[in-house]
């Protein structure tokens, strides 16, 4: 079910409380996560003197959102109390906010009163969610009332149980039905800006993911901006018999087919290397077919 073009043309703006972000060009989402057990340790940050230092690196290095997370979501992973999350956020979205005050901020979590209190007492812009609404039934409407972007993310199961055998009739099928089921339910509470996150490895074998990102341009005819989050995943380490720490490379080739098929925000660890590939990709595509 490979499709090379489609005839709709994906939202290329989102609007966050009036503040207009652009994606006529592909946008880098740089990974901040203040947590303990994040699959790639690389990624992992406490004290704000490496908060603020990883912020500017992700802003100077040309990333456009800064994207904190407080509970890790690998397989596996057992969830932190709310609690817990809240005063890592806190402290890791107050330091970006002291020391960077324009920069875009998104919140990853999939709880509503995280969300809440992130928008509202923090300013932050956008609500990364991986459970599209499944882990809090409140999530949808607090969304709505915030008005800010959200990143509607596909999972099958929950983060401690989602490897465990995860089956699809037709995964790219299953998908769509998905996102336009929750898409209805969003805009049924008048939430439009949308982002869609295919979540791969949430949920999905290696075969699926790999199906996924050779279909991505299917995902084109739901007409809103596409993420992918695939910065070092078990896609990449395990097809090449490695690791996450040495990934960087298959990374950034996966990157590249991604933006081929029509990914308009890549999330990452790797800001630097995700802004060549946006460069590169950008210069084959004003290239002439013949000359």
């Known amino acids: 079910m490979e499709q090379q073009s489609s005839i709709i043309h994906p939202r290329r703006t989102i609007n966050s409380r009036g503040r207009i972000i652009d994606m006529s060009n592909p946008l880098i989402m740089g990974i901040l996560n203040v947590t ?7 990624s992992r940050y406490r004290f704000a003197y490496q908060i603020a230092r990883r912020a500017e690196q992700i802003l100077a290095q040309g990333g456009h ?5 407080a509970c ?14 809240l005063k890592r956020l806190a402290k890791a979205v107050g330091t970006v906010r002291k020391r960077f005050p324009d920069a875009i901020i998104s919140i990853d979590t999939y709880r509503a009163n995280v ?9 932050a812009h956008i609500i990364n969610d991986i459970s599209a609404g499944s882990m809090d039934a409140n999530m949808f409407s607090t969304v709505a009332s915030l008005h800010v972007p959200y990143v509607l993310t596909h999972m099958q199961g929950t983060p401690s149980n989602m490897q465990q055998q995860p089956t699809y009739n037709n995964v790219i ?8 089921q929750k898409i209805e339910e969003l805009k ?20 699926h993911n790999y199906t996924i990102l050779r279909n991505l341009n299917v ?10 989050g695939i910065s070092r995943k078990s896609m990449i380490y395990k097809a090449l018999n490695t690791d996450p720490r040495h990934a960087l490379n298959g990374t950034t080739v996966l990157n590249t087919i991604a933006l081929q098929r029509g990914a308009n925000i890549l999330r990452v660890h790797d800001v630097r290397e995700a802004v060549e590939a946006i460069a590169l990709t950008n210069k084959m595509a004003e290239q002439p077919e013949f000359m």
């Open 188 to 207: 049924a509470l008048n939430v439009c800006d949308i982002i869609v996150d295919p979540g791969f490895g949430f949920g999905k074998t290696e075969a």
């Open 173 to 180: 099928s299953d998908l769509m039905s998905f996102f336009n």
């Open 36 to 42: 303990t057990d994040s699959f790639y340790s690389g």
């Open 115 to 123: 969300a809440r209190a992130m928008v509202n007492d923090y300013g």
């Open 72 to 85: 890790s979501t690998r397989p596996g992973a057992a969830p932190v109390e709310e609690q817990t999350e």
């Open 65 to 69: 959102i800064i994207d904190i997370g």
């Open 219 to 228: 995902f084109e005819l739901l007409g809103l901006p596409l993420l992918v």
